[in-house]
């Protein structure tokens, strides 16, 4: 079985200071990763994710995560967070053994608040 | 595409009433899903299905059935609410939910959500 751990529930943060939010996991197969985000009053949307190959990935915002295999770790990361980026951000992971179950196993979230 | 629809958005219920949230999807996809959000708690998976006519239970699947008698429509009925069920609902959809699918199509797809009150 998979489980994910955000290791903080609330990061406030100044508007263009840089901003890291921190995803560790546990699983005995490898596994998918990914960071959703959630605006106020909105459903979640896909940020980025890991599937393989490199082990940094972006989205179009800034955003990127770095998959660290050995620390079990996909924190999510921006250099300069803007107003907009106000939200709660939740981390998943996925196994991608084949034949293993695929559920999508979340953590609690971290809310994002972003202040001018 | 709608992408994945939900209905209703908000509904207010008494204790004991029971009630079906709607969840359909235009993608043809096979895995569909329900999660349950409270604060605190991240999300919760309710019921999950791989396809028509195959369903199973999540992580918190009590007081919660559901079928799926097509590929599109994955409805989520409460039996007999009870103010514990007050809570966001999301259903998500994705291509397939076999680990090692092909991984652009490993996307969970996610609806706009449903907000329940439980008087």
């Known amino acids: 079985a998979q489980s994910v751990t955000q290791l903080d529930s609330q990061v406030p943060v100044f508007e263009e200071a840089p901003v890291e939010l921190r995803c560790n996991y546990s699983s005995s197969v490898s596994v998918y990763l990914f960071w959703y985000v959630q605006y106020p009053n909105q459903g979640l949307q896909l940020l980025l994710k890991?599937?393989?190959?490199?082990?940094l990935v972006e989205s179009i915002n800034g955003f990127e995560a770095e998959f660290n295999k050995s620390q079990t770790s996909f924190h999510l990361r921006k250099p300069s967070v803007h107003i907009s980026d106000t939200a709660e951000y939740f981390c998943a992971v996925r196994a991608n053994y084949g034949g293993s179950q695929g559920n999508l196993i979340f953590g609690k979230g971290t809310k994002l608040s972003v202040k001018p | 595409n709608a992408g994945v629809t939900q209905t209703p958005k908000f509904q207010v219920l008494k204790t004991g009433q029971s009630m079906t949230l709607q969840c359909a999807q235009d993608m043809n996809h096979e895995y569909m899903s329900w999660y349950r959000q409270d604060p605190g708690m991240g999300l919760r998976l309710i019921h999950y299905s791989v396809g028509a006519g195959i369903t199973d239970q999540g992580e918190v699947p009590n007081g919660y059935n559901v079928s799926r008698s097509t590929t599109e429509d994955f409805p989520l009925r409460l039996l007999s609410a009870a103010p514990s069920q007050t809570s966001v609902y999301f259903c998500?959809?994705?291509?397939?939910?076999?680990?090692?699918?092909?991984?652009?199509?490993?996307?969970?797809?996610f609806g706009p959500g449903t907000r329940l009150t439980v008087l």
């Open positions: 890991y599937l393989s190959g490199s082990t």
């Open positions: 998500a959809s994705s291509y397939s939910w076999l680990a090692g699918a092909q991984p652009n199509t490993d996307t969970q797809y």
